[in-house]
């Protein structure tokens, strides 16, 4: 089942910080996040495994709760660049890397 | 860069007729993953592949079929294209062998069945 994404879409001022979530009805074993442009294919940003620490680089960090079965990205102190839609996958067990993605939120940074 | 292309990048074609995308990767990875992306979906796995002929279904896999003949080329088919098909396709690899880790995607088929 597909997870479920909060915002849907987030306008922000450059400097100013956000949170997206992802939520899971069913057991999270990894979480994966990803950011796409319009019209460009996604890019990894980073992955958290349950058991794991939260884990961050630069203004971008996310964390894991294993007992909520949600995992919080959190941007900070944004910038332009930061726009785009971001994507959570996740897999609920360690046997491959088939993600199931929620549908995306749309972040949009303005000047 | 993972060296990933797909082609073609984009493709006008009719209901009823057959449609082949390629996946095409230099670098000779094992796992191969084609998603297709529709608004307000995401992204969501149609077939991948763990080697040379081993490939599986994912969660929207009817009316597409997927070959691995070689390691370098994933190909996606739909036997009977329809206009519900119409979408961006990616094509993705795994670096690692198993396990959870980074995909990296490839530019994007953008097809549309009129």
């Known amino acids: 089942q597909q997870p479920v994404q909060s915002p849907q879409a987030v306008i922000l001022r450059e400097g100013e910080d956000a949170v997206i979530n992802c939520s899971s009805s069913k057991a999270l074993y990894s979480v994966h996040w990803y950011r796409q442009k319009h019209g460009e294919a996604p890019v990894f940003l980073m992955i958290l495994l349950k058991g794991g620490e939260q884990k961050g680089h630069d203004k971008i960090s996310a964390s894991f709760n294993e007992k909520k079965q949600q995992s919080s990205l959190y941007l900070t102190a944004s910038q332009l660049s930061y726009s785009g839609t971001y994507f959570c996958?996740?897999?609920?067990?360690?046997?491959?890397?088939?993600?199931?993605f929620g549908g995306g939120t749309r972040l949009m940074v303005k000047p | 860069d993972a060296g990933i292309t797909q082609s073609p990048r984009h493709k006008v074609t009719e209901t009823g007729t057959p449609v082949t995308l390629r996946c095409h990767q230099t670098e000779n990875h094992r796992y191969m993953y084609w998603y297709r992306q529709d608004p307000g979906h995401g992204l969501r796995l149609i077939h991948y592949?763990?080697?040379?002929?081993?490939?599986d279904k994912g969660e929207v896999s009817d009316g597409y079929s997927v070959s691995r003949s070689k390691t370098e080329d994933f190909l996606l088919t739909l036997e009977s294209a329809t206009s519900s098909q119409t979408s961006v396709y990616f094509c993705a690899i795994s670096v690692l062998l198993a396990g959870p880790n980074e995909q990296f995607f490839g530019p994007g088929t953008r097809l549309t069945v009129l």
């Open positions: 592949s763990y080697g040379v002929k081993d490939t």
């Open positions: 996958g996740i897999t609920s067990n360690n046997a491959g890397n088939m993600l199931t």
